[in-house]
């Protein structure tokens, strides 16, 4: 009889925790994990900043493949967690088939487009924090440079094609090695290919490497270290992970994207944000660990590439738009 | 097309590829001679690689890191002897759990441990495998060929690379000269005759397993001390079946494995130097198919397009006493 009684009273109390609707917002990291030292662990560190200014909860979700990015989707939707933000351009197909079912919910999505009334689409002008690092990785090296992509998308072919640019701005004979991790997801994490293709592009010459590949980045800026030569952090500042051999990273503010959607709220402006070094969205990394790197100089060179590229004085290709650099 | 030094280049990076595989192999040539199939290479890798980098990290020593790769490794590997040669279970399901059972254990226990997402920190110093240059390397640098050879390829490795190359004849000299390596190989074979003769068919197994267990302990702790700098979730990316390819197309044989596993890792080596190989008249060679040769050619040898691969005979059975 107890027994039956505290079933009852249990699921009694399920079902009013159910009907709860909690206004909290939700974020969804993509397969490379929370702690990837790069993008997704921006996002995260976004989301946490809110919760310390404001007290307010979040939930969240690491992925563990892709059949779950729609049922994670759908299941923070029907739990009343708005907005939802979900961090990488993989979830595109997915939200543009749950955002029509739920209207009253705002969704954010990072890196990629999707055209619906109740989506923002926050994108980063990754060419021009890109430019910037390629002129300085073009200053810091003698004949060649590296880039180490994770996997071989057009979103990472702008920023190879942003560093092509700015390299060529500084140096228009300089060579410049291109490679990509792979073709799959297994590409963002696997720094043993990272390194060994580091590796190679540094026998061939390279004395900067830059990466746009997730936590495969941590095997090339180890080989880069190792080696001797420099490397280039991408995302958040990467610097201290091998201080002194990291030139300097290419910060992409994921985390203010995160902030600013928590921060709006369910009742956030939905569209296009885009976030560029106009608004501080994308920059270069400065501080202790790469201050003895960076001479005043190359800082000054750099300062006045970005002073014309907000001015529009500079405009640099974007290779998303017809999936085409024009240098290489 | 291609220069000498680009060739070494290539030729250097397929060695470092290949070592894991090499180990792995040979972890899997012991087991499945003795009778024993093992698909849990891969999740043996890759406990060891995570408890390597972990004890490498706490200790700041890359021997202690070893040390604790092998235990972990021992310890799945006893569990697959307990479920298969003791209760006499099906050893493919066993060793499909233990790639589980790591795979799983591998990020639970990092994430609560270092709170990093299931990866070590990243080791540095002495709690990793360093280079080591040989002697005369850097005096013999400048002569031709040779002494490129000599700097480039053969020096400049870590320890557990020349350890894994002397691992090989060692394996042969075990497996074919001695009394041990004898039973053992009888054991995979014909059970039955070795328990005629008085012989404990599963001492001799587990003798083989244990073996197995620290093998694949070097496999990891190279992934994760030697050739990287700290353990990441799913290091060893598909390299424990990568080894089970290799070993059929070496047909369980020590010297062949050793070869299967140069080409396996040389192949990787040309994919990352040359994403893409155009060859005239042909067109461009995908990366894809550079990644998938290795087990193109295992399906090709089991076909019996090129000579037989004839696996032990007693080969994934337990042995019942009659």
Redesign the interface.
Known sequence: MTLIKTIISASAALIASAAMVVADPALIYDLG?????SFN?AAYEGAEKWKAETGGNYNEIELQNEAQREQALRRFAENGNNPIVMAGFSFASSLSEVAPDFPETKFVIIDMVVDAPNVRSTVFKEEEGSYLVGMMAAMSADKAIGFVGGMDIPLIRRFACGYVLGARSVNPNIEILQ??T??TY?AW?????G???T??QI?QGADVVYHAAG?TG??VL?AAADAGKLGIGVDKNQNH?QSGSVLTSMIKRVDLAVYNAFTDGADLTTGFEVMGLSNDGVGYAMDSHNASLVSADMQAAVEAAKAKIIAGEIQIHDALTDNSCPAS | MIDF??LL?VLD?SV??SIPLLLACLAGLFSERAGIFDIGLEGKMLASAFAAGAAAFVTGSALIGMLAGIFASIILSAVHGVASITFKGNQLISGVAINFLASGLTALIGQNWF?????TP?LSGSARFNEITLPLAELLRDVPIFGKIYYELISGHTLLVYIAFLIVPLTWWILFRTRFGLRLRAVGENPAAVDTSGISVVRQRYAAILICGILCGLAGAY?STG????F????T?GKGFIALAALIFAKWKPVPALWACLLFGFLE?IG??F?NIEIPGVGTIP??LMQALPYILTVIILAGFVGKAIPPKAGGEPYNKE
């Open positions: 994990g929370k702690f990837d030292k662990e490679n990509y792979g073709t297994h994490n696997d720094p043993i290919k390194g060994e293709l590796k190679a026998a936590g941590i095997g180890q992970l | 030094d680009t280049q990076s470092r590829l709170r990093q997402g299931g990866q990243p992934l050739i990287g700098a700290g990441g979730k799913e290091m990316a080596a990352i130097r994403q990366l894809q």
